[in-house]
């Protein structure tokens, strides 16, 4: 390795910057959500289906809105308080999980999880187009692509090795790994 | 498969407790739409004119309008419906918010209520579970408060209610029914929750609403809200500001207030206080306004502002949206403070911001006037905002003079006789109006005034401006992009019309000219009230993002009906119609439809009668103002001619032309 590629990777980060001092509360994000989501497109709406969700309490003027992310099976264990501006927030305020402790980010009927997909073939995802009050903004930035060079090689060594095992068979392979491993 | 509706209703009998989900007729929605159009179709086949509004019989109905849960943008409105204890006629009140969405995802377009519970109880829905609930450790908490303990109770935090606070309890004749944000306030659909013993309905659904043609409709959504953006960065030019732009009136957004503390009556609608507006009371109000303001909110998928969320020092945050603003401040003569502090507890007792000061200013300037005495307010403190407040809980609770009080200026006046009547001057049809007092009459407000069964200026108002420009090419470049109209000829009307000279109010615009833009803005109020759209983007501002061109279309793709500009008109003649027979049938007429006597100074009584008379016409109505045989016959409503000539309201040969029965025949 030389240590001095000049064709570095880049890979384009999208992130929805969120101002939660802009929202209004009017969940039109969770509304075209699940339209955009729905089969066929835009058929029909249910917020409950929704990918994004407004964490509102309009009497404490807490309004987050927070996007699907990871399924996890298990609830954390310590949830911690914030207070930001005078204002208290639940951890789970700003949480993207589908977690076992509340029903965002889930399907109404069947409990299965669901996870924002930025509206693939969208301009934009179709939230940010929605809030006229960009409280919702997408970035876009070009990042160097971080790679471990070792987990790359890992990764073509095992499409060879599939590859292999699909044209000689596994058993094969395993004998002529054994007799390189004895020539050395 | 039913679109944009749930094809599904919710009859409640409080009495019995008894609770069944019944499906509708896709039929009822092709006539009447939905929302409004369908209550009144309830109303007039549940509920017969010898129903006392206090009757188990009375039906109290929760409409949620056609389009609401759908994508289109501002489509949010409940429509509440039931006999008014204060007009006796059928009441008209909508409230925004959340409700009617969630209720559609519940998998219901409707609520209806009839009987008494003999304990205050709450309905939850969730989803197609539905339960009658003790509500008993609620009585007397407020509205907010009530929505607070229920959605803790329930664990759900999700859930919308609408609530009534003491004054719906207590039956005032001017109670609400809160909503978080929003509010159905006029007409006293509160007194009649509270009659019925239900503290509030409580809401959560997560069920689908289904568009008949998803992308078709998806393209008329994305064109309106282009049309709101371009809308929000064009205002009109040369109007007032709050008539400049979309929206219910922006009152939460704005700090200058120079025209409605100037041009609208203060105290019981009698002083207009020129030059009030000083650098000082902005400076002031403003101040306050911001430190009050912690956010503007909207309702259920709109960008629109029109509500704030308001935390004054010491007192429990509250929400609050347009003229309630300014209606405390000014029936006391005092300031912004004082209406936001006042307005909180009115808020969490549940009144109609519009009628509760009213009543208060007109007790106070009944006491001034000797009319009534000190001892008809023990313990009152000497302090003019100590007043309201004392009157306020007076009131709400129907404590002494507050019995009286309650049941709104007409019927107090009423009672307390000796020369009162002449205070309660600002009603129409028994109801409280805008605290507004003009000079020269116009002839189409005349008209909107005496015919609009919503009873409140506001809704009936908008699309055609309500003044010309002073030059002609400042009205042609107002026409070059008013593509709203229905007809080019109202162009034509606004082209000619001018603040002075022969083409000027009070005669022009014409006679039938004015009976057009009338229909046309009624027309328009009308079609939002069946498709639950809130009027502050369609009917109430000029250049709307929503008009008779788009609205056949939002129907067809989302509802899946077939629908043209003329087949929607028809149907909002329909139960427009519908809404009038009922109220004729309660024994409204001619006579009632008048506005307030001083309203005007310069009056024209023969303009005035040939407007009616010629609009009347225009209507299909007779002289008295009864839908004639024919007319309700080309609607489709041979029922309500049939029950006419039944009861004698219509002769069974009548001259359909609508001039054999003369007012003074049907008075009585």
Sequence with gaps: MTGDKTDKKTKIIKTIRIDVDKCNGCRACEMICSAFHSTPKYSSNNPARSRIRIIREPLRDLYVPVYGGEYTVAECAGRDKYTIDGKEYDECSFCRASCPSRDEFKEPDSGLPLKCDMCEGEEEPLCVKWCMHDALILEEREEEAVEDPEEAELEDLEIGLESLADKFGMDKIMDAVARMNQKD | MRYAETGFNLEVDLTRGNIEKVATDPK???????????????????????????????????????????????????????????????????????????????????????????????????????????????????????????????????????????????????????????????????????????????????????????????????????????????????????????????????????????????????????????????????????????????????????????????????????????????????????????????????????????????????????????????????????????????????????????????????????????????????????????????????????????????QIEGQFPQAPYPKKEHREKFCEDWFHVPDEKFKQYFIDWEPRGENSMPFYPTVDMCCDIVDWQERMHYIDDALGQCAGLSSFPLKPPYHIHNYPKFISAGAGIEMDEDKLSQAAKRYRTLVRAINIRRGMRRKDDRPPEDHWKKRFPELEKELLDTYYKFKGWNNDGIPTKESLQELGLDYVADEFIKRGILKEDEDTSGETISAEQQTH
């Design chain 2, 28 to 458: 009822e929605t092709e006539l009447y739409l939905g929302g409004l159009g369908t209550n009144a179709k309830i109303l007039w086949d549940r509920v017969p004119p010898e129903v006392d509004p206090f009757s188990p019989d009375n039906l109290l109905i929760f409409g949620a309008g056609l389009l609401c849960g759908t994508p289109a943008v501002g489509c949010n409105r409940t429509i509440v419906s039931t006999i008014s204890p204060q007009t006796k006629l059928m009441a008209f009140s909508m409230m925004g918010g959340f409700f009617a969405p969630e209720l559609k995802y519940a998998g219901l377009d409707k609520v209806i209520f009839r009987g008494k519970s003999p304990k205050l109880v709450y309905l939850w829905i969730n989803n197609n579970k539905v339960e009658l609930r003790d509500a008993s450790h609620l009585k007397g908490k407020g509205s907010l408060e009530t929505a607070e303990m229920i959605r803790k109770e329930l664990k759900e935090p999700k859930a919308q209610v609408a609530a009534i606070g003491k004054a719906g309890e207590n039956r005032v004749f001017y109670a609400s029914i809160e909503q978080g944000r929003s509010s159905a306030s006029r007409g006293g659909i509160g007194a009649v929750m509270g009659d019925k013993g239900l503290k509030a309905i409580v809401v959560r659904g997560t069920l689908d609403i289904n568009v008949a043609k998803p992308l078709e409709y998806m393209e008329l959504c994305n064109e309106v809200m282009e049309y709101i953006q371009f809308r929000n960065e064009n205002p009109i030019p040369g109007v007032m500001p709050i008539l400049a732009g979309l929206g219910s009136p922006q009152e939460m957004k704005v700090h200058d207030e120079k025209w409605h503390t100037e041009n609208f009556n203060w105290g019981n609608s009698r002083e207009r206080r020129k030059g009030f507006w000083t650098d000082e009371v902005a400076r002031d109000w403003m101040e306050t306004l911001d430190k009050a303001r912690t956010r503007l909110i909207s309702c259920y998928n709109c960008p629109m502002t029109c509500g704030a969320t308001i935390s004054m020092p010491g007192l429990p945050t509250y929400m609050m949206k347009c003229f309630t603003k300014l209606t405390y401040t000014m029936g006391a003569f005092s300031d912004l403070d004082f209406g936001l502090r006042i307005a909180q507890k009115a808020t969490e007792y549940g009144l109609d911001g519009f009628s509760a000061p009213q009543v208060m200013a007109f007790a106070l300037e009944l006491l001034k006037d000797g009319i009534l005495h000190k001892d008809d307010f023990p313990g009152m403190p000497e302090d003019n905002e100590g007043r309201f407040y004392y009157l306020l809980d007076m009131i709400v609770n129907r404590e002494g003079i507050g019995d009286v009080l309650a049941d709104g200026t007409y019927w107090a006046a009423k009672k307390i006789g000796n020369g009162a009547e002449a205070y309660a001057h600002n009603n129409i049809k028994k109801h409280e109006q805008l605290p507004l007092k003009l000079s020269m009459l116009n002839p189409i407000y005349y008209l909107m005034y005496c015919t609009g069964e919503k009873m409140n200026i506001t």
